[in-house]
């Protein structure tokens, strides 16, 4: 999971990425009986299913409903949710020209998403080819919160993870700080 592919045109910026020290914030929420820290989460990220019904809505209407989901889980930042594409209303989601570049899992494209007369630019990604360790996602999408109507884990609504980058998941039983708000960079 963590060597490169021979010929891979993104070993120089993985290998920089990966070798960035990491600092840890001096005030890390202890997890009390039923909490869960995003600290406690590995790194590099685990792929791990979702026993939980997994929601999305946009416009006001639900484009995603989901027993299907999995989630990244990764050391500071709040999972994100992957959700099969058979699951997605078809006709939601759009091919975006923006790509990304993750470490871990590779190069993300991106879609914007449509529903209800509303239309969010760039607001959810997927891997086609993921690195060797994420097969489990490929062609799963991911949808930024903070750019959906609502997004739901269960009967739990989600807030979004802090700053505009990051598309990760806060459930009520996740502790923080999270990665994503000021002065986190260096997380």
Do not use: N
């Amino acid at each position: 999971m963590t060597a490169s592919a021979p010929g891979d045109p993104h070993a120089e910026e993985r290998a920089r990425l990966r070798a960035l020290p990491r600092a840890r914030p001096d005030h890390i929420v202890v997890p009390e009986p039923g909490q869960v820290s995003v600290w406690d989460f590995p790194r590099p990220p685990r792929v791990e299913p979702v026993p939980l019904r997994v929601r999305v809505e946009l416009g006001g209407q639900t484009i995603v409903d989901t027993t299907a989901a999995l989630r990244v889980c990764e050391t500071s930042s709040p999972p994100a949710y992957y959700v099969p594409p058979t699951d997605i209303v078809p006709g939601c989601l759009e091919p975006s020209e923006r790509t990304s570049f993750c470490e871990w899992k590779g190069v993300a494209i991106y879609w914007t998403v449509l529903a209800g007369g509303r239309r969010a630019k760039d607001a959810a990604w997927s891997y086609r080819t993921p690195d060797p360790g994420y097969e489990r996602i490929k062609d799963y999408v991911a949808f930024y919160p903070r750019r959906m109507g609502a997004c739901w884990v269960g009967e739990h609504r989600v807030e979004p993870q802090p700053g505009l980058y990051y598309g990760g998941w806060i459930t009520p039983e996740l502790v923080g700080p999270f990665k994503g708000a000021p002065g986190s960079e260096t997380w």
